[in-house]
């Protein structure tokens, strides 16, 4: 199954009922990468390890290392901007920039219909 993401492109849909393809997602953070030796991109820029969730809350296999601009912390559900262009926006580092990923907001709460409801 495919459907369009923000921008109109496609993405499809995987076995857990993720859209792949888009460009924002609700992750929880797992754990924070320190590294001493670090692209300049880098410098004094906390990141993070951010697992992808499904729309149940279910962790997916696939994570991201995301800089952090909102002082979230391990345990926090977020929200990921994972689009290179717009992440090295949000950071001020456009056009230039390694950054890939960016946690932009931390998600208080969720409301989504149900189930029947939904498309």
Do not use: W
Request: aromatic share 4%; no cysteine.
């Amino acid at each position: 199954m495919s459907s369009l993401n923000s921008e109109g492109t496609e993405g499809t849909e995987g076995t857990e009922g993720f859209v792949h393809g888009l460009t924002m997602y609700i992750g929880r953070v797992f754990g924070t990468v320190v590294a001493t030796i670090k692209h300049q991109t880098f410098a004094n820029r906390k990141l993070l390890l951010v697992e992808r969730l499904s729309l149940e809350g279910k962790p997916d296999k696939k994570y991201d290392v995301a800089v952090d601009v909102v002082q979230a912390g391990v345990g926090d559900r977020v929200l990921v901007l994972d689009e290179g262009n717009s992440a090295r926006q949000i950071v001020g580092l456009e056009p230039d920039g390694a950054i890939r990923a960016v946690v932009v907001g931390i998600v208080d709460e969720i409301g989504l219909l149900d189930v029947d409801k939904r498309g």
